[in-house]
T-cell receptor
Framework: AQSVTQLGSHVSVSEGALVLLRCNYS??????LFWYVQYPNQGLQLLLKYTSAATLVKGINGFEAEFKKSETSFHLTKPSAHMSDAAEYFCAVNTGGFKTIFGAGTRLFVKA | DAGVIQSPRHEVTEMGQEVTLRCKPISGHDYLFWYRQTMMRGLELLIY????????DSGMPEDRFSAKMPNASFSTLKIQPSEPRDSAVYFC????????????FGQGTRLTVV
């Protein structure tokens, strides 16, 4: 069975600081991994995805994530946080059967 | 394309009433998903369709919930009778069905059952 664990339901950073949102997955087969962002009263939109090509994936708005098979991790990072990054972030896994499982989400707060 | 379209955006209903949520997927997408989002349980997959056929409904919480997809451009999620614990945001998403491709989400329907 596939599953996703996001460490930390809330993360707070100062504007300009590094953003690190943690995600670990469990899958018996090579997974497809995704990060989505959700702004208030909006649906989820894709930030980036890993599909077995490069292990370092770059996404929109300066975010990137690195797939580490040995650690079963897919952490999301951004070198410098902006106020507009405040949102909820979801890690998700799909093992090719089109059923995508989402983590519980991490709410990012950015302090001025 | 306009993206996945859900209606209504907000629904307030009384306990015991029937509620119908609607979704129009992106044209050409073969997969359609219904998710429910709550503070307590996060984002849960309720059911998904492939080419209008329900594939996995194991996430549907109770028999009060039903979903249909009469054609490729329309799906409904119905709750009858509704209960206060059904209050949540319901999302519809669609996907082209290519392995590794993400799901595209609608704006959601915020349901409040009083």
């Amino acid at each position: 069975a596939q599953s996703v664990t996001q460490l930390g339901s809330h993360v707070s950073v100062s504007e300009g600081a590094l953003v690190l949102l943690r995600c670990n997955y469990s899958s018996s087969v090579p997974p497809y991994l995704f990060w989505y962002v959700q702004y208030p009263n909006q649906g989820l939109q894709l930030l980036l995805k890993y599909t077995s090509a490069a292990t370092l994936v770059k996404g929109i708005n300066g975010f990137e994530a690195e797939f580490k098979k040995s650690e079963t991790s897919f952490h999301l990072t951004k070198p410098s946080a902006h106020m507009s990054d405040a949102a909820e972030y979801f890690c998700a896994v799909n093992t090719g059967g089109f059923k995508t499982i989402f983590g519980a989400g991490t709410r990012l707060f950015v302090k001025a | 394309d306009a993206g996945v379209i859900q209606s209504p955006r907000h629904e307030v209903t009384e306990m015991g009433q029937e509620v119908t949520l609607r979704c129009k997927p992106i044209s050409g997408h073969d997969y359609l998903f219904w998710y429910r989002q709550t503070m307590m349980r996060g984002l849960e997959l309720l059911i998904y369709f492939n080419n209008n056929v329900p594939i996995d409904d194991s996430g549907m919480p109770e028999d009060r919930f039903s979903a249909k997809m009469p054609n490729a451009s329309f799906s409904t999620l119905k709750i009858q009778p509704s209960e206060p614990r059904d209050s949540a945001v319901y999302f519809c998403a669609s996907s082209p069905g290519v392995r590794g491709t993400e799901a595209f989400f609608g704006q959601g329907t915020r349901l409040t059952v009083v």
